[in-house]
């Protein structure tokens, strides 16, 4: 596989959602294509095919992630709730979108370099998730499957991110739009105390870190000793400007995360890959 290491990040989040203007979904384009891409070109797009980039235009823009055939997967930052859009796949076709944030998402953005800063009273900036319906059948080669059991993440781990962010100290570069990949080692698991802003938060440091644009991305477990097999754990949220820096990954095995989406996906007649009784063909395995 080809990597395309990222080196250093800010803040995921340029503003808290992308209201006011048609959101849009893109995949990865073609290798003969070769499209342009918000300032830059992809490379190896058959690696990532379930992987999306989507925003107001070329304005602000996030990752999303496909995890099943009508089923996707971003931050509930990147959206509102019942917000819609359009997703363009390859060969010209196109399908309606609209999607869910997550009903404890109560945004508190954390005070910068302090990712365990205190939110008021109600506020939380834990459960950043959301989830896409497309209208149609996305016609995907596979889906990315999420990892729903808990156990497997531990500290000392590395895992991948992943995201169309910047790649440069202070968070900016000369190309946002291309996909990037790097390798991070958790240093914090979930925290059991419900009282907590960061309870359904993994935190990882040193190599890659989550930016701008790459809010919503996956975050990746590999599941055997040659990085062969991966499944998504984790949801790009908030991160450091600093390469080697923290980042916080809304992840996918605590029960706020697998209810609520077993219900989304049985509301939606929706299958998601990696859930119980949600079988969604074909999934990465």
């Known amino acids: 596989m080809r990597k395309w290491i990222v080196l250093a990040f800010a803040f995921l989040s340029v503003t808290p959602s992308h209201a006011g203007g048609p959101l849009e979904m893109r995949p990865l384009p073609s290798p003969g294509a070769k499209p342009q891409i918000i300032g830059g070109r992809v490379s190896d797009p058959a690696e990532w095919p379930a992987t999306f980039i989507f925003g107001k235009a070329e304005e602000k823009f996030c990752t999303s992630t496909a995890i099943g055939p009508r089923a996707i997967l971003t931050a509930a930052h990147c959206v509102d709730d019942g917000q819609e859009g359009t997703i363009f796949l390859p060969g010209g076709k196109s399908a309606g979108l609209k999607c869910s944030v997550h009903e404890a998402f109560t945004p508190c953005w954390p005070t910068a370099g302090q990712p365990d800063s205190v939110c008021p009273a109600g506020k939380s900036f834990s459960d950043d998730y959301a989830l896409c319906l497309a209208s149609a059948d996305l016609e995907l080669p596979v889906y990315e499957s999420l990892l729903t059991s808990p156990g497997i993440i531990n500290r000392g781990e590395e895992v991948l991110l992943t995201g169309f962010g910047c790649n440069q100290s202070g968070g900016s570069d000369g190309g946002f739009g291309v996909l990037f990949e790097g390798e991070t080692t958790v ?26 644009g790459d809010s919503g991305g996956a975050s990746y477990a590999f599941l055997d000793p040659n990085k062969r097999v ?56």
């Open 187 to 212: 240093t914090k698991l979930p925290s059991q105390q419900t009282t907590l802003p960061r309870r359904n938060y993994v935190e990882t440091s040193g190599g890659a870190a989550a930016c701008y």
């Open 230 to 285: 991966r499944a998504v754990f984790g949801v790009n949220s908030r991160g450091t400007m600093q390469e080697g820096g923290w980042s916080l990954l809304s992840v996918t095995f605590t029960s706020d995360f697998v209810d609520w989406a077993q219900r989304w996906s049985h509301d939606k007649a929706a299958a998601i890959c990696g859930l119980p009784e949600s079988a969604a063909a074909p999934c990465r395995n």
